[in-house]
């Protein structure tokens, strides 16, 4: 950990020159288990380092318009970026996505709507999952869906598999309950939490580790040291 926070998080830079719309945004990130941190400028943001994993571009910015920033950062990165700006016009958008932004999102929204934008990106944008996810001596094979942990095979029912799979894929970051709900139940799910509870119970009895899962208190799940 560094002053706080979590060094495997997945880095966001919200480029807002609006403090208190960027405030609630990084403490809406960081909650979700995000390392987020706010620049006001367009410049302050092609100068951001470490390299962010994801941006989230205002394009009303004091000192370069959001557009350009945009073309100037996709010209030189990979990063994903979502426009979230109070232009809501066609042409905005199409410029936007035509200069390199992954996606755009019209002021206001709701902090959910943010969380499943930035994690659909993501998905598109990062490398895709290898056949097996190895943490210490925990294998997950995502395509025979057969798990191993200290040299023995632990049979998991689907919903089991689907949640250590998600924890797997970014070991040490911080999953939200919801976002696990989503991977493993539907991408709308609305029911109650404490069938996670349940099945992650189940699953930390299986592994025979209660340790290997950790639950990060008002945030999520993590796995934690490789054994």
Known sequence: MVDGRDRNALRVLVVEDDAGIADSLVRGLDGAGYDARSVAGGRAALAATPRPDVVLLDLGLPDIDGVEVCRLLRRGSDVAIIVVTARGEEGDRVVA???????????????????????????????????????????????????????????????????????????????????????????????????????????????????????????????????
């Open 97 to 227: 996505l035509d200069e390199g932004a992954d996606d755009y999102l019209v002021k206001p929204f709701g902090l959910a709507e943010l969380l499943a934008r930035v994690r659909a990106v993501l998905r598109r944008t990062r490398p895709q999952e290898p056949e097996v996810l190895v943490h210490g001596s925990l294998a997950v094979d995502v395509r025979t869906h057969k798990v191993e942990f200290g040299g023995r095979e632990i049979p998991l029912t689907p919903k089991e598999f689907d949640i250590l799979q998600c924890l797997a894929a970014d070991p040490g970051r911080v999953v939200t309950r919801q976002e696990i709900l989503e991977r493993a139940w539907d991408a709308h799910w609305y029911g109650p939490t404490k069938v996670l509870d349940v099945h992650m119970a189940a699953l930390r009895r299986k592994l025979g580790s209660p340790r290997l899962i950790e639950t990060v208190y008002g945030r999520g799940f993590r796995l934690g040291p490789a054994e």
